[in-house]
C-alpha cells in the first residue's frame, strides 16, 4: 500500500514538474520570440556623426530639445595663382564665414536659423531651415535605407546694384533677395565604419545674373569612413545639371569656367565636439552658392582649407 501510495505521489509530481517545466519552457520562448521580435526592426543610429558632412547636409537629425552651434569657415586658395606662401596658403583671405543654430523640435523635426558672409555678389545671408527625419534604416534591413527631408529659405541682406541690370543683386524688391534649397537625403550605414549618402537637390533663386539659371537640380553623393575610435575619413561631391548654352554664355562673359563641388576632409570626436577639418574648391558654405556658383578647380590648386566647429547643448528643463 506504501510503495503504491509513494508511486502514485511520484508519478503526479513527477507530471506536475513535467507540465511546469513545459510551461516554463513555452513562456521563455514566447518572450525571446517577442524579444526578437522587438529588437528585429530596431533603428540605425548614428550614421554619421554631424548634421553637415563637409559641404552638403547628412541625414542625422538632433534630439528633442537639443541645441547645435557651429561655426564653419573658408580660406583662400591653397595653391595656384591666388595662393602659395604670399598668401600663407590661403589662411589670409576668407572667402565664407557661417554661424548657425539648430534646435531639435522633436526627435525627428529639426530648425535652424544661420548667418552667413556669403561667397559670391550675393552676400549677408540669412538663412532659415528644416529638417525632418521621414524613414529611418533598422538593424535587420527591413528598411534598408534611411531618408531625411531638407529645406532652407535664405534672403541675400546685400545692397542692391540698379546700375547694372545684368548683375546678380540688381534687386527691385525684397521677393527678388529670396533663394530656395529643397533636398531629399537618401542615407545607409553599412556597418559601423563605413555610411554612405545620395542627395538629390534643387535649388530656386528668385533673380540670377542674365542667363543665369534661376532653377537648378543637382545630384549630391558622400561617404564616411571610419578609421580609428575618434577619427574619419569624409568626403561629398555635387554634380549640377546646368543648361549648356547658359552655361557657355556665362562662361564666356565672365571668363571662367564652373567646376562640380568635391570636399575631402578629417572628422575628429572630441566628446560633446565635433571638429571637421576639410578641403573643398567650393568657395561658398551656402546650397544656393556653392552648387550653382563653384568657379575653383582643384586641379589648378584652386582648393582651400576649411573647418566647421559643432558644439552640442542639451535644452531639456531638469525635473
Do not use: C
Request: glycine share 8%.
Amino acid at each position: 500500500m506504501k510503495i503504491k501510495t509513494f508511486k502514485s505521489r511520484f508519478l503526479i509530481l513527477f507530471a506536475v514538474l513535467t507540465v511546469s517545466a513545459i510551461q516554463v519552457f513555452g513562456q521563455e520562448e514566447l518572450e525571446k520570440e517577442l524579444n526578437n521580435q522587438e529588437t528585429s526592426h530596431e533603428k540605425v543610429l548614428a550614421t554619421f556623426k554631424s548634421t553637415k558632412l563637409i559641404n552638403g547636409p547628412t541625414n542625422e537629425t538632433l534630439y528633442k530639445n537639443e541645441l547645435d552651434f557651429k561655426v564653419d569657415h573658408r580660406f583662400g586658395d591653397i595653391a595656384g595663382t591666388n595662393g602659395g606662401v604670399r598668401r600663407f596658403f590661403g589662411l589670409d583671405n576668407s572667402t565664407d564665414v557661417r554661424i548657425g543654430f539648430e534646435y531639435g523640435m522633436t526627435d525627428n523635426l529639426t530648425v535652424g536659423i544661420a548667418r552667413a558672409k556669403g561667397a559670391t555678389a550675393v552676400q549677408q545671408l540669412y538663412e532659415g531651415s528644416v529638417k525632418y527625419r521621414l524613414i529611418q534604416q533598422t538593424t535587420d534591413n527591413r528598411i534598408p535605407v534611411a531618408i531625411t527631408l531638407f529645406g532652407s529659405n535664405t534672403i541675400a541682406g546685400v545692397q542692391a546694384n540698379r546700375d547694372d541690370p545684368t548683375s546678380p543683386i540688381a534687386y527691385d524688391g525684397f521677393k527678388d533677395r529670396m533663394n530656395w534649397v529643397a533636398q531629399m537625403i537618401i542615407a545607409r550605414k553599412f556597418n559601423s565604419n563605413f555610411s554612405f549618402i545620395l542627395t538629390p537637390s534643387y535649388v530656386h533663386r528668385n533673380f540670377t545674373a542674365f542667363r543665369d539659371q534661376n532653377d537648378l537640380f543637382a545630384l549630391g553623393a558622400g561617404g564616411r569612413l571610419k578609421f580609428t575610435k575618434r577619427m574619419a575619413l569624409v568626403v561629398d561631391y555635387f554634380l549640377p545639371f546646368r543648361n549648356k548654352s547658359d552655361k557657355q554664355y556665362l562662361e564666356q562673359v565672365n571668363a571662367t569656367k564652373f567646376y562640380n563641388p568635391l570636399g575631402i576632409g578629417l572628422e575628429i570626436e572630441t566628446g560633446g565636439h565635433v571638429f571637421h577639418l576639410n578641403f573643398t574648391n567650393a568657395t561658398a558654405i551656402e546650397e544656393i552658392q556653392y552648387i550653382p556658383s563653384t568657379t575653383s578647380s582643384w586641379l589648378k590648386g584652386q582648393y582651400r582649407w576649411g573647418f566647421s566647429i559643432s558644439r552640442r547643448f542639451s535644452m531639456a528643463h531638469k525635473k
